[in-house]
């Protein structure tokens, strides 16, 4: 956001940070035992650090109200008459990319392990969840009471089995039980009926075939998935190709560059692109068969790639080079060398 509260309002946070028992950053080690332990060694060193709780601990009220009640004041504030401009000029709809862009960063801070990173993430999506409940209450819509109410209310009601008398013993059967409430409670006409029309395609793709898989349309073993990707991979061959066959190029850096040429009729272009989003489903498929989010695997994998190609920047700059003056062989021998690194220190 185009704002840091840091700077707009340091007085306000800095009440905030005077409720809470410690400045120290967190950390699992840290973090100190269960209350349970009954080893008073094996608790934080650190006179301010509370024990770590029992799972299912709620947070401590003291502690949290007051702040959290600070943290309200200070989003009210930045929508009223005397607060920000850029603030009181946003919509519901206005500030949707920037609730999508902290999801993102969120997911990253998390894949980081660094626990200071999560938790500013963690604060930034709240700030869209407060910020978007007061503009909402500036329209006299509804409130951040309302939401939290219904949220409290559907998951007793979507819980029985731990609010209720149904047993639920694993997963799959609270999974189940979860289905059938939503199903329950949504009336829905289609079971592809609530899915986000807006999530990632590919993660998409996997939540698709779920939805097909559980009223039992899917391959009855998920090996099957290679045989319908191979297939897939010819159909593309034949779009492609005038014969259909797929060259034997071998990957390599050490061959000729050839220029890439467009599918310019419009017909076949929309041909292949249709083959090429099948071969993708397939994938994702794959995924969803082996307990993998596809959405998550290629996000690791776009991470790695980026990671790779910035040491090989790093790699050139110490040479007084910068990438675009090095030539394709030397950028694969960088790369290959921070791979073999890379499984050295995995």
């Known amino acids: 956001m185009p704002h840091d509260f840091h700077l707009n309002f340091q007085g306000e946070l800095n009440s905030l940070r005077y409720y809470h028992p410690t400045q120290q950053p ?76 902290e999801t993102y960063e969120l997911l990253e801070a998390i894949d980081s392990g660094n626990d200071q990173h999560i938790i500013e993430e963690l604060g930034d999506l709240l700030l869209q969840i407060i910020l978007d409940a007061q503009i909402a209450a500036d329209e006299g819509r509804f409130d951040l009471t309302h939401i939290v109410d219904r949220l409290t209310q559907k998951m007793i009601d979507r819980h029985p089995h731990v609010f209720g008398n149904v047993n639920a013993e694993t997963s799959d059967e609270v999974r189940k039980n979860w289905d059938q409430i939503k199903e329950q409670e949504k009336q829905r006409r289609s079971i592809f009926d609530g899915l986000p029309q807006d999530l990632p395609a590919l993660a998409r793709a996997a939540r698709v075939a779920e939805k097909a898989a559980k009223v039992g349309y899917d391959f009855p073993h998920r090996d099957m998935l290679f045989d319908k990707l191979r297939e897939e991979i010819q159909e593309l061959a034949d779009e492609i190709y005038p014969d259909g066959i797929i060259p034997e190029t071998r990957a390599t850096v050490e061959a000729e560059i050839i220029a890439d040429t467009e599918v310019v009729d419009l017909k076949s272009r929309h041909r292949v692109e249709g083959e090429l989003g099948d071969i993708l489903f397939v994938v994702a498929n794959i995924a969803r068969r082996w307990k993998i989010n596809p959405e998550e695997a290629l996000r690791k994998s776009n991470r790695k790639f980026q990671q790779r190609v910035e040491k090989i920047e790093q790699e050139l700059e110490q040479t007084g080079r910068s990438i675009q003056e090095a030539s394709l062989q030397e950028m694969e021998k960088i790369y290959q060398a921070v791979k073999k690194q890379e499984r050295l220190n995995s």
Do not use: H
Not at 59 to 87: H, M, Q
């Open 26 to 101: 967190l950390s699992g080690e840290s973090y100190g035992k269960t209350m349970t332990d009954p080893d008073p060694q094996s608790k934080s060193t650190s006179p301010d650090m509370p024990p770590r709780p029992e799972p299912g601990t709620p947070p401590d009220y003291n502690i949290l109200t007051p702040a959290f009640e600070k943290l309200c004041d200070v989003i009210a504030r930045l929508r009223s008459p005397e607060g920000c401009p850029w603030d009181r000029e946003q919509t519901l709809e206005s500030i949707k990319p920037y609730t999508l862009e």
